[in-house]
């Protein structure tokens, strides 16, 4: 007996010299992935685009039809499908999680490459410095921003506004000291500062204030809850600031 033909969806995307819609192509590719035959039908120019708006009564395209029936643009073939479909506004670790992995990865990359090993004593500094160094990159992209959300809880901000924005390359710059192994004496009095302000600030607003609040660590549009991961980066990064001094006096 001979297999069923795949059932046929007709997709309309914008595909102009000067736009080619990534949620066409995502949709183009949901649907092959369903096991769907796709009529692909291209909108070339802003005045067939407008037509196609006009004729169907829709607002945006790409707009998908399977069985005749109008499903919708990319979110709503994902819950046709019964795919998840990410809120916006969700709070997410995702960003934070990614970053201290990342700063694993390198860290023991550098202990391999320095020492042959993946435990080599300065494993910890450097997984904290590159760790700075990539929550420090994070705010650079938009320090208005972030300096915006910092203002919602960290106490010196509050009282000294462009701290805001000193902050970003305080700790991206002690971060690459530290990284280093140079300039300890600036470096970790500066992340003691700043670490030792981060966690009092955050104690204050979420243990103590019961504020519900979005953090600032990974720049000023996360959705990253302000609250433990917030309190254990700054006291990471003071704790090590305060190592680095005794181990320098050692």
């Not at 069985?67 to 990410?86: H, M, N, Q």
């Not at 600036?186 to 009092?200: E, K, Q, R, W, Y």
């Amino acid at each position: 007996m001979p297999d069923a033909a795949p059932a046929t969806a007709r997709l309309y995307r914008m595909v102009m010299p000067d736009h080619l819609c990534p949620w066409g192509l995502k949709s183009r590719h949901l649907l092959r992935r369903q096991g769907y035959k796709v009529e692909d039908h291209p909108l070339t120019s802003r005045a067939e685009t407008e037509e196609f708006q006009r004729r169907e009564g829709v607002k945006t395209t790409p707009q998908t039809y399977i069985d005749g029936e109008r499903i919708g643009g990319y979110e709503d073939l994902r819950r046709f499908f019964g795919k998840p479909v990410a809120d916006p506004d969700a709070t997410s670790y995702r960003p934070v999680v990614a970053i201290f992995a990342v700063a694993l990865l390198v860290a023991l990359a550098l202990a391999w490459v320095a020492e042959g090993s993946l435990l080599a004593p300065r494993l910890p500094e450097w997984f904290v410095a590159t760790a700075m160094v990539l929550l420090g990159l994070q705010k650079l992209q938009d320090v208005d921003s972030f300096a915006t959300m910092f203002l919602n809880y960290d106490l010196l901000a509050q009282r000294w506004v462009p701290y805001g924005h000193v902050y970003p390359f305080a700790e991206t710059g002690a971060g690459v000291l530290m990284l280093a192994g140079v300039l300890t004496w600036i470096a970790a009095p500066v992340a003691l500062f700043i670490g030792t302000v981060g966690a009092v600030s955050v104690l204050k607003a979420v243990y103590v204030d019961r504020r519900e609040l979005k953090c600032a660590c990974v720049g000023g549009s996360s959705n990253v809850p302000l609250g433990f991961v917030s309190l254990t980066e700054n006291l990471g990064m003071a704790g090590m600031a305060v190592w680095m001094m005794a181990k320098s006096f050692m």
